[in-house]
């Protein structure tokens, strides 16, 4: 059983929902210990993903080493630098590295990535272990940034302040750059690094030494333009959101193009009764969200697990819990007019995925769009919404609490293929719908067109929509589903059983 990954080609036979399924029920691509990539079954998938590549000449799980190709950057103990804000990031260039030596301490600098590399010579930030296996920690509170970056971020005072108050690290080109406009960091790697505690509730020493608090809308890793940024095997936790990436319509520059997430820890986000910030904040084109464990949020916080705006997107073989939506997938605000010359975004993939979800938090597929009110024609909210397909299939989800919607689809004018799925409601759940509304213009109709294909598994007791409040669309299909009692033995078996990833579209 194959599987197309990013780059196109066939990633290999053992990248199959067999051997993904048990990795993501356990939790242990990127879960709770620094060693459990260790497990022969999290070996077996580092050595998959390490050849699916996409033509970098960086593996998202290879040692940290210095790629020969640059200057190596080594930071720690006995290093040449021993703080971050040592570093010389504002001179980067192609193939260099920059090594981040484990020790006890955290780390407790900031810094801002601008460097273009390639895809032969790429750019790298990641840690290297301690002899227990512990990745190094860069820690948000106290954090220091580096004086030498201050024309980099703004040559505004304003957008300087800001540009550091809502990020930890930032990746977007040099403001004193000549060519900054029309530019975008590219072909850039983070792994390997514990990356924490970047919210309002704590400070950070800014490039003039004056101390200021973190934005109450930032990331622990903001992304204000790139190509080719790849996240990987990092935990990133205790921020306003984990990963932030913005596209805009300024320029072609200005779009945020193939970020790659992949078997990041990413949990504790959000900020206490606020819905507009999430566990990640995705825009662009291209974007791949994979291998991730995505934990439950800061508590009391109301954001999504998964936000994103994004043309082409894929969300394959994660590990979700928690969220108001488990997945938020909505229009592309920002960049309307460059999504919608681009084909692919009117088709989005998310499959091979484990979403455990409180229902009463709130729908757990949201797909279309999030602002309504709007007229034909217009360039905002529901002319700009993704009026395509969603292909959910190969997903396991189990929902607890009172009551539990599967999908929230935005208008009929937004379709749903479903097949090979396993849906659990918990015995506590007493509203077990598969589709809601939302508000919406009065020229569209909300509710989406879901057609359940083959091999859907659904616990007894589903219905379509409540009696009580009538839904619009349609659902197609509901004959084919085959109902079960309870999550099954063994879902991993049972979902290859039925086929896996084949016959599927493949996914380029």
């Known amino acids: 059983m194959e599987i197309t990954g990013k780059s196109g080609r066939a990633a290999g036979p053992l990248l199959s929902t067999g051997l993904l399924l048990p990795l993501l029920l356990a939790g242990c691509l990127s879960g709770g210990s620094d060693r459990e990539i260790a497990s022969p079954q999290a070996q077996a998938l580092e050595a998959i993903l390490q050849s699916e590549s996409?033509?970098?000449a960086l593996q998202p799980f290879s040692a940290c080493e210095a790629s020969g190709l640059?200057?190596?950057?080594?930071?720690?103990?006995?290093q040449p630098y021993t703080e971050l804000e040592q570093v010389p990031w504002e001179s980067?260039?192609?193939?260099d590295t920059v090594r981040i030596f484990h020790r006890a301490e955290p780390y407790r600098g900031k810094f801002m990535l601008a460097a273009q590399g390639t895809a032969a010579a790429p750019v790298r930030v990641c840690g290297v272990r301690s002899a227990a296996g512990e990745r190094p920690t860069i820690n948000g509170s106290g954090a220091v940034s580096r004086p030498a970056l201050a024309s980099g971020y703004s040559a505004s005072a304003e957008y300087r302040l800001l540009h550091q108050a809502r990020s930890l690290i930032l990746i977007k080109p040099l403001a004193s750059a000549a060519d900054a406009w029309t530019q975008a960091p590219s072909h850039i790697q983070i792994d390997g690094l514990r990356i924490v505690r970047a919210h309002p509730d704590l400070s950070f020493t800014d490039v003039d030494g004056v101390s200021r608090r973190y934005e109450a809308f930032g990331a622990c890793i903001w992304i204000e333009r790139g190509r080719n940024i790849t996240l990987a095997d990092n935990e990133i936790a205790d921020c306003q959101m984990g990963v932030f990436s913005k596209s805009t319509d300024d320029n072609s520059a200005s779009v945020t193009r193939d970020l790659r997430l992949i078997g990041n820890h990413i949990h504790g986000h959000g900020i206490r009764g606020s819905d507009r910030v999430h566990a990640t904040y995705t825009q662009g084109v291209g974007t791949v969200i994979e291998f991730n464990r995505y934990g439950p949020p800061?508590?009391?916080?109301?954001?999504?697990?998964?936000?994103?705006r994004s043309a082409g997107l894929i969300v394959r073989h994660n590990r979700i819990e928690e969220g108001a939506h488990a997945l938020d997938l909505v229009e592309a605000e920002d960049f309307p007019k460059t999504a919608l010359a681009t084909a692919a975004y009117r088709e989005t993939h998310v499959h091979g995925n484990v979403i455990i979800k409180r229902g009463d938090t709130g729908t757990t597929v949201h797909y279309g769009g999030d602002h309504y009110g709007s007229w034909p024609g217009a360039m905002w909210g529901e002319p700009i919404y993704r009026k395509g397909t969603l292909h959910f299939y190969d997903n396991l989800v189990e929902l607890t609490g009172s009551s539990a919607v599967l999908f929230q689809i935005s208008t009929t004018e937004e379709r749903v293929q479903a097949w090979n799925n396993i849906v659990v409601y918990a015995p506590t759940v007493q509203s077990r719908l598969l589709r809601a509304e939302q508000d919406i213009g009065a020229s569209w109709t909300s509710g989406g067109i879901v057609t359940l294909g083959a091999n859907n598994r659904i616990v007894s007791g589903w219905r379509d929509t409540s009696p009580w409040h009538p839904v619009g669309g349609q659902l197609i299909g509901a004959e084919r589903v085959t109902t079960i009692d309870a999550m099954p033995a063994d879902p991993a078996a049972l979902i290859a059983q039925s086929g896996g990833l084949l016959g599927a579209p493949q996914v380029r």
């Open 92 to 95: 980067l260039r192609a193939g």
């Open 298 to 308: 800061r508590e009391g916080a109301l954001g999504n697990a998964i936000k994103d």
């Open 54 to 56: 996409g033509g970098s």
């Open 70 to 78: 640059g200057t190596d950057h080594r930071v720690g103990p006995g």
